[in-house]
């Protein structure tokens, strides 16, 4: 099995900063692209950011030069530094990761539980 473990979330106010973890555990062969995806209420969920293995970062246009994704890969775990956050920054944030669990089994993708993260104006 595979576990994706979130941490960090809670409530800022606007201007803050927040720093979200996520640590992948378990049975994993090898490690892809991992990154944060986020949903707000009445919305469908979307992409934050992600960080391919050995490749660049890609931001949402909305958290362009406010947010920064990296990652431990020793820790297998991705990070999600969030500056100058927006009220309309608040949502659920999941994160996400490709993984492959041994050299026979298929890559697939897994998600955290959620954390929020709610901004106040």
């Known amino acids: 099995q595979v576990q994706l473990v979130e941490s960090g979330g809670g409530l800022v106010q606007a201007g803050g900063s927040l720093r979200l973890s996520c640590a992948a555990s378990?049975?994993?062969?090898?490690?892809?692209?991992m990154g944060w995806y986020r949903q707000a209420p009445g919305k469908q969920r979307e992409l934050v950011a992600d960080?391919?293995?050995?490749?660049?970062?890609n931001y949402a246009d909305s958290v362009k030069g406010r947010f920064t994704i990296s990652r431990d890969n020793a820790k297998n775990t991705v990070y999600l530094q969030m500056d100058s956050l927006k009220p309309e920054d608040t949502a659920v944030y999941y994160c996400?990761?490709?993984?492959?669990?041994?050299?026979?089994?298929?890559?697939?993708?897994?998600w955290g539980q959620g954390t929020q993260v709610t901004v106040s104006s």
């Open positions: 996400s990761a490709i993984i492959k669990r041994g050299r026979s089994y298929p890559t697939l993708n897994y």
């Open positions: 960080l391919p293995s050995g490749g660049s970062a």
């Open positions: 378990g049975s994993i062969f090898s490690i892809n692209a």
